[in-house]
């Protein structure tokens, strides 16, 4: 994921933005890419940042709380964000609507018109876990198409990573 990201954003430093539903596995996933383990994690209520560097780029992840009473906030987190990381649980197929919902409404905001969106399909290792083809038709993902977006199942396997752009 991390060379992707290097190859869009080049040497400098970047504001990512990480949601997605409650429970998605965010926080996990930004201290695997922050410590290159899995860490124990409680959920969040607010938000983690964290500064990860991947060969020339810095990026700041803003890891916020995915909690349906936290989301209307998430709004304010978005002026300034260079790239959106969407973590979906593909597990979790009684919320995947609602998480479409979260994730076009972020989307539409103007202010995050410019971000480049990285859709995460977390927990692909459970039973009955929706695969990626079925997470890119459930979220609406081939319908955009004033935007790049990529996505990818797991942190270790960068080469999973699918690409799209207008």
């Known amino acids: 994921m991390g060379k992707m990201l290097s190859k869009i954003f080049g040497n400098k430093e970047m504001r990512i933005?990480?949601?997605?539903?409650?429970?998605?596995g965010k926080t996990t996933i930004l201290y695997k890419l922050k410590l290159?383990?899995?860490?124990?994690?409680?959920p969040t209520v607010g938000f983690n940042v964290e500064t990860?560097?991947?060969?020339?780029v810095k990026f700041?992840?803003?890891?916020?709380?995915?909690?349906?009473?936290?989301?209307?906030?998430?709004?304010?987190?978005?002026?300034?964000?260079?790239g959106l990381i969407f973590v979906v649980d593909c597990a979790d197929r009684d919320r995947i609507d609602e998480?479409?919902?979260?994730?076009?409404?972020?989307?539409?905001d103007r202010e995050m018109r410019?971000?480049?969106i990285?859709?995460?399909?977390?927990?692909q290792d459970l039973p009955d876990?929706?695969?990626?083809?079925?997470?890119?038709?459930?979220?609406?993902l081939t319908r955009i198409r004033d935007r790049n977006w990529c996505s990818t199942k797991d942190v270790e396997k960068p080469g999973a990573m699918r690409t799209a752009s207008s």
């Open 17 to 24: 933005l990480m949601l997605g539903l409650d429970a998605a």
């Open 36 to 42: 290159g383990q899995s860490v124990t994690t409680i």
């Open 52 to 56: 990860v560097t991947y060969k020339n």
């Open 60 to 82: 700041n992840v803003w890891d916020v709380g995915g909690q349906d009473k936290i989301r209307p906030l998430w709004r304010h987190y978005y002026t300034g964000t260079q």
């Open 99 to 108: 998480a479409r919902q979260e994730l076009h409404r972020i989307i539409n």
């Open 114 to 116: 410019d971000a480049i």
């Open 118 to 123: 990285l859709i995460f399909a977390n927990k």
């Open 129 to 140: 876990a929706m695969k990626p083809h079925e997470i890119q038709e459930k979220l609406g």
